[in-house]
Nanobody, 126 residues
Framework: QLQLVESGGGLVQPGGSLRLSCAAS????????IGWFRQAPGKEREGVVC????????AYADSVKGRFTISRDNAKNTVYLQMNSLKPEDTAVYYC???????????????????WGQGTQVTVSS
């Protein structure tokens, strides 16, 4: 059964760090680009960052550039999101999703992603 499961969220003070994990099962992770998205209360879901199937290219939202880093460990079937210098505006439910097609660079459209995880809550507050 194809599945993505996020973990690692929590409550952190402004300026702190968290590392999110996206564990994949039921498919070959290294065939697919993986994206992280987030949805804050009352707001639409937005793309945060994506990593290509090869891991050779990434695409970051301007709001997280220089603070967040995506990586993948295909041997562990896991994609990570290291979040540093967190801000209150980073508070959201974070989701990971896989490209609907294999062996691509990061898709531009959210509709090109599927198999969404259940999400993990990140709260940045003092």
């Amino acid at each position: 059964q194809l599945q993505l499961v996020e973990s690692g969220g929590g409550l952190v003070q402004p300026g702190g760090s968290l590392r999110l994990s996206c564990a994949a099962s039921g498919f070959t992770l290294d065939y697919y680009a993986i994206g992280w998205f987030r949805q804050a209360p009352g707001k639409e879901r937005e793309g945060v960052v994506c990593i290509s199937s090869s891991g050779g290219s990434t695409a970051y939202a301007d709001s997280v550039k220089g603070r967040f880093t995506i990586s993948r460990d295909n041997a562990k079937n896991t994609v990570y999101l290291q979040m540093n210098s967190l801000k209150p505006e980073d508070t959201a439910v974070y989701y990971c999703a896989k490209d609907t097609r294999p062996f691509r660079q990061c898709p531009r459209e959210e509709t090109d992603f599927g198999s969404w995880g259940q999400g993990t809550q990140v709260t940045v507050s003092s």
